[in-house]
């Protein structure tokens, strides 16, 4: 299994609502990764998870919560976004970090 | 000035053409290098990693590095159409974040 599979592909949610995008790699890798990436833009790292533990947050609105539940495993849970939220979420996992990633196909997040 | 940059887009060769992309970075200390490709609509995909000075070769596909420019280049030889993409260059920096740069978007013309 070389696949990092994320669910779902799209979401839409309102400002109020509580939703939770799920990511998951069989693949032994112990970084896991939450980039957001915007039309026309490079991705931008927002959560890096080393062995299950967060290792780095750059800084993102408390409103996106990280959890690595095991190794497989890491969801990004979303409570009253902002339409500026609106963008692709894009799990990714390497063996550690440092190098190269696989990426999930991604969420495509819009917040009405 | 910006961490990791990439020569404007965007570029358009002809088919069979080698394409050159080419990318600077600022953090001196940075080891790991990588080129990712994105197509419209689609998640980036690994397609280099290097990590010492000089050229990596894979296939059609060649990397080069030179740290003292702080310099990487991907050099694309037999440009299929295919190849038409945005290609990403990212950079393990020293607190061990791995930065994109912009991305410069490929034409290949048949």
């Known amino acids: 299994d070389t696949e990092v599979t994320q669910t779902p592909k799209h979401l839409v949610m309102g400002m109020t609502n509580k939703k939770s995008l799920k990511c998951e790699q069989h693949?032994?890798?112990?970084?896991m990764y939450w980039y957001k990436q915007k039309a026309k833009k490079p991705p931008e790292l927002m959560f890096v998870?080393?062995?299950?533990?967060?290792?780095i947050n750059e800084s993102v609105p408390s409103r996106f919560s990280p959890e690595c539940p095991n190794s497989s495993l890491l969801n990004l849970h979303l409570h009253a976004l902002q339409p500026e939220d609106s963008a692709l979420y894009l799990c990714?996992?390497?063996?550690?970090?440092?190098?190269?990633?696989?990426f999930g196909s991604g969420t495509r997040l819009t917040v009405v | 000035q910006k961490e990791v940059e990439q020569n404007s887009g965007p570029l358009s060769v002809p088919e069979g053409a080698i394409a050159s992309l080419n990318c600077t970075y600022s953090?001196?200390?940075?080891?790991?290098f990588f080129w990712y490709r994105q197509y419209s609509g689609k998640s980036p995909e690994l397609i280099m990693s290097?990590?010492?000075?000089g050229d990596k070769e894979d296939g059609r596909f060649t990397a080069q590095l030179n740290k003292a420019s702080q310099y990487v280049s991907l050099l694309i030889r037999d440009s299929q159409p295919s190849d038409s993409a945005t290609y990403l260059c990212?950079?393990?920096?020293?607190?061990?974040?791995?930065?994109f740069g912009p991305g410069t978007s490929l034409s290949v013309i048949p």
């Open positions: 290097i990590y010492s000075n």
């Open positions: 953090d001196r200390v940075s080891q790991s």
């Open positions: 693949m032994g890798h112990r970084a």
């Open positions: 990212a950079v393990k920096t020293s607190y061990d974040k791995v930065i």
């Open positions: 990714a996992s390497s063996q550690v970090t440092g190098v190269g990633y696989t």
């Open positions: 998870y080393s062995y299950e533990k967060l290792s």
